[in-house]
């Protein structure tokens, strides 16, 4: 297995010590999106991309954030003793979707990202800079829907001004167009409109 590519998005921040994310292919015909890049006390690491681990309430079963106090959906008070922690006595709060099995692959992903990086950073001093990370990655074409859909099939309508203006300097209201708004309704006389109401 080889990484074929790596696509780098920075974070620009101060304050916070996440540089960016990036996306790894390996031979060609396998992306991984979405590890985050972080700055560590010995340098940058690579996190792989993870998922919150939740807990089904007793009470009507639904998931909630291990960390959650009341549950989302019926409001009922969540016990926290159900949390898994690792050996250095951390709560294990999120699970990586997909991660290397072993030391030698970890290094191989981790050495290549951190070359991508620094050579990512020095891109971005440059005029012109664009990132290459969303670039294949179109989301209005993943959203198609699998049949086609009859009200995206209707041509649009005309983009030239469809206002038709009856010789008024306004443009005309859904109440009064193509009327004159002095002109009472047809069968009606004066002093009529409204008789009835309140008899």
Same mark, same amino acid.
């Given at each position: 297995?080889? /990484?074929? +590519?790596?696509?780098?998005k920075?974070?620009?921040? $101060?304050?916070? =010590?996440?540089?960016?994310?990036?996306?790894? @292919?390996?031979?060609?015909?396998?992306?991984?999106?979405?590890?985050?890049? /972080?700055?560590?006390?010995n340098?940058?690491?690579? $996190?792989?991309?993870?998922r %919150?681990? @939740?807990?089904?309430?007793?009470?009507?079963? @639904?998931? !909630?954030?291990?960390?959650?106090?009341?549950?989302? *959906?019926?409001?009922?008070?969540?016990?926290?003793?159900?949390?898994? *922690?690792?050996?250095?006595?951390?709560?294990?709060?999120? $699970?990586?979707?997909?991660?290397?099995?072993? $030391?030698?692959?970890?290094?191989?992903?981790? %050495?290549?990202?951190?070359?991508e990086l !620094?050579? +990512?950073?020095?891109l971005?001093?440059?005029?012109?800079? =664009?990132?290459?990370?969303?670039?294949?990655?179109? +989301?209005?074409?993943?959203?198609?829907?699998?049949?086609?859909?009859?009200?995206?099939? %209707?041509?649009?309508?005309?983009?030239?001004? =469809?206002?038709?203006? *009856?010789g008024?300097?306004?443009?005309? @209201?859904?109440?009064?167009?193509?009327?004159?708004?002095?002109?009472?309704?047809?069968?009606?006389s004066?002093?009529?409109?409204?008789?009835?109401?309140?008899?």
């Amino acid at each position: 297995m080889e /990484i074929t +590519e790596v696509r780098i998005k920075l974070i620009e921040s $101060a304050e916070d =010590r996440l540089r960016g994310f990036c996306s790894v @292919t390996f031979d060609d015909c396998f992306v991984v999106r979405d590890l985050k890049i /972080i700055e560590g006390n010995n340098g940058p690491f690579v $996190a792989m991309p993870s998922r %919150k681990l @939740t807990s089904n309430c007793y009470k009507c079963r @639904t998931k !909630n954030h291990l960390r959650a106090s009341f549950c989302n *959906h019926c409001g009922s008070q969540l016990k926290s003793d159900h949390i898994e *922690h690792d050996s250095g006595g951390r709560a294990k709060l999120y $699970a990586d979707i997909a991660h290397p099995v072993n $030391a030698r692959c970890r290094e191989m992903i981790q %050495k290549r990202v951190v070359h991508e990086l !620094n050579h +990512e950073t020095e891109l971005a001093s440059q005029p012109g800079y =664009r990132s290459r990370y969303d670039e294949d990655f179109n +989301e209005e074409v993943v959203a198609q829907p699998l049949h086609g859909n009859t009200h995206q099939d %209707k041509p649009n309508p005309p983009t030239e001004d =469809r206002r038709q203006d *009856h010789g008024t300097d306004s443009p005309p @209201t859904p109440h009064n167009q193509g009327k004159n708004p002095d002109q009472e309704p047809s069968g009606t006389s004066p002093g009529e409109f409204g008789k009835g109401i309140f008899e």
